[in-house]
């Protein structure tokens, strides 16, 4: 038997729970030794115990190879002071385990092109993945708070301030992992920033231009954001890698995933220098369908499928989930969300259920 791997669950909040369950059924239907241990964040976490991460969880996901994250976040939280709301659950993780390096996939599936509110000639086998920074910019740069204004346009009043900074060494290094992606795929990288404005976005450029130095086989160019998200619309099969900040990543990796018509299917990764990573759907906790049964679990099935791939180096394990995924699709099982005539609508479980099937 080949080696342990280690997986922290986290389903979290509203659909959370069902989906991440139907992606623990899969993995365990791999002939793989797997150590799953379960644990409360979020909403979830922080009702039980008064924090939506918890140190417990926080230390189970560190000592893990890899953490299966479902989603979190309700509006019953909005009112809570931000340091409790659910969603710095998940900022804590990516900070706490270094994870800058998150993968946005956004493939447009050939059985779902008509799902896209795009011609389906525009996004018919569409394939961009999008690398955003994601431990670094005005997420986290300090200072930050609230004040009284001492200059500005209204001296006296009351204002917020965040800062959007990022180093050289945090730029190379997304950098980096852009181009490696790239020679893999179509050895194009577009970079996202928006330098005709901001000193952050002039570094970032700067930076980006010297390490495609080091990588001459891939294609650089640059865009600037507003262009950027005009041109996902318009054009969006001119790209290939998008490398960009964390907040840009944040905005553009919505618009992209919108592009495919199915949020539901779209998985992604967020890594850490030692490969450690944190899994998890593109979607979020949508609390109006959730206990409904109703989700669609494919996206954090794909997730498990890139955590088996980049942090747990099991390949063939992930192929045949991508590929037990394109057949229950072709087979035209379909969740609400991506419900279409002439396909057959299926719940949470029945999807999940159909992956087990195609899988053995
Ligand atoms: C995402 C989400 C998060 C982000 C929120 C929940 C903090 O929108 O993963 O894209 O802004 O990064
Ligand atoms: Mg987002």
């Known amino acids: ?12 909040d509203g659909i959370g729970t069902e989906i991440v369950a139907e992606a623990v059924k899969v993995l365990q239907t791999l002939d793989l030794s797997l150590e799953l241990e379960q644990a409360l964040v979020g909403g979830a976490a922080f009702d039980a115990h008064g924090h939506p991460l918890p140190e417990s969880t926080l230390k189970l996901a560190q000592q893990a190879d890899a953490v299966l994250f479902g989603a979190v976040g309700d509006w019953k ?11 710095q659950a998940i900022l804590g993780l990516r900070k706490n385990l270094g994870l800058f390096a998150n993968f946005r996939p956004a493939i447009c599936y050939e059985q779902l092109t008509h799902a896209s509110s795009l011609k389906p000639e525009l996004v018919a086998g569409l394939d961009i993945l999008i690398i955003r920074e994601l431990t ?18 209204f001296p006296g009043a009351p204002e917020g301030f965040d800062t ?3 180093s050289r060494p945090e730029i190379e290094r997304i950098a980096r992992v852009a181009f490696e992606a790239a020679r893999k795929r179509n050895k194009r990288v577009t970079s996202v920033d928006k330098a005709n404005v901001l000193e952050t976005s002039q570094l970032w450029r700067d930076v980006v231009i010297e390490i495609a130095k080091d990588y001459p086989d891939v294609a650089l160019d640059h865009m600037y954001v507003d262009n950027a998200a005009m041109q996902l619309v318009k054009e969006p099969k001119k790209f290939d890698v998008v490398v960009t900040g964390n907040l840009f990543g944040d905005i553009l990796s919505d618009e992209a995933a919108m ?9 992604s990764a967020s890594l850490n220098s030692q490969r450690q990573g944190l899994y998890e759907p593109s979607h979020g906790s949508a609390p109006d369908i959730a206990g409904k049964g109703v989700a669609n679990p494919l996206a954090t099935i794909l997730s498990a499928a890139m955590m088996l791939r980049y942090s747990l180096g099991e390949e063939a394990a992930a192929d045949r989930i991508e590929r037990a995924v394109q057949q229950v699709l072709s087979q035209g099982l379909r969740t609400g969300d991506i419900y279409s005539e002439g396909t057959t609508r299926v719940g949470t479980v029945q999807m999940g259920d159909a992956v087990v099937q195609a899988l053995r």
């Open 1 to 12: 038997m080949s080696k342990t791997h280690k997986i922290a669950v986290l389903p979290g």
């Open 77 to 87: 939280y909005d009112q809570l002071e931000r340091q409790f709301r659910p969603e």
């Open 136 to 153: 670094g910019d005005i997420y986290f740069g300090q200072p930050r708070g609230r004040r009284t204004a001492t200059d500005g346009h």
């Open 164 to 166: 959007m900074r990022y």
């Open 259 to 267: 592009l495919t018509g199915s949020i539901g299917m779209l998985p």
